[in-house]
């Protein structure tokens, strides 16, 4: 008599049957994860945690990613992105060496700073001459135009 094991019932029930007939004709069905190690290619053998910065790292990507649109929230999260791709480049250099990863990261680091400049120099404040601010004060502000409008 033929023996089933994990591997067979589970990946040929996926592959041959859909997957919301299988809930409605058989109920709920738990694949154990033995059955797609071959399939997927999945670790067998789990390392342990990466390092410190590494983990930093993430940890300042999620916060980053986490921000509101605003104005101020993109400043703070290109602010988080730099910090968490330094962290990436230190690790990239000190701990896997892996030269590809640290100037992947270096670029990453550039054009977050780039873009940092390019939100910071939108939000300055824009100055006029006193004439424009008179012409302000006779022409717009009697009919309650705000002075963010008119820059």
């Not at 591997?7 to 007939?21: A, C, Q």
């Not at 993109?74 to 480049?89: D, E, Y």
Request: glycine residues 4%; proline residues 5%.
């Amino acid at each position: 008599m033929y023996e089933v094991t994990t591997y067979d019932v589970p990946i040929y029930f996926i592959f041959r049957h859909s997957f919301w007939k299988a809930l409605f004709i058989f109920g709920p069905i738990f694949i154990p994860f033995s059955s797609f190690e071959g399939l997927f290619g999945w670790c067998h053998n789990w390392k342990e945690f990466q390092h410190w910065l590494f983990n930093t790292a993430h940890l300042f990507f999620f916060i980053s990613y986490a921000l509101p649109t605003n104005r101020y929230g993109l400043i703070c999260m290109h602010t988080f992105l730099i910090v968490g791709f330094s962290f990436l480049s230190s690790w990239a250099w000190r701990v896997a060496c892996a030269p590809d990863i640290f100037i992947w990261n270096l670029f990453f680091i550039s054009i977050n700073l780039f873009q940092l400049i390019y939100v910071l120099y939108q939000s300055r404040p824009v100055k006029f001459d006193p004439d424009f601010e008179e012409v302000y004060t006779n022409l717009f502000e009697p009919f309650k135009v705000s002075s963010d409008r008119r820059a």
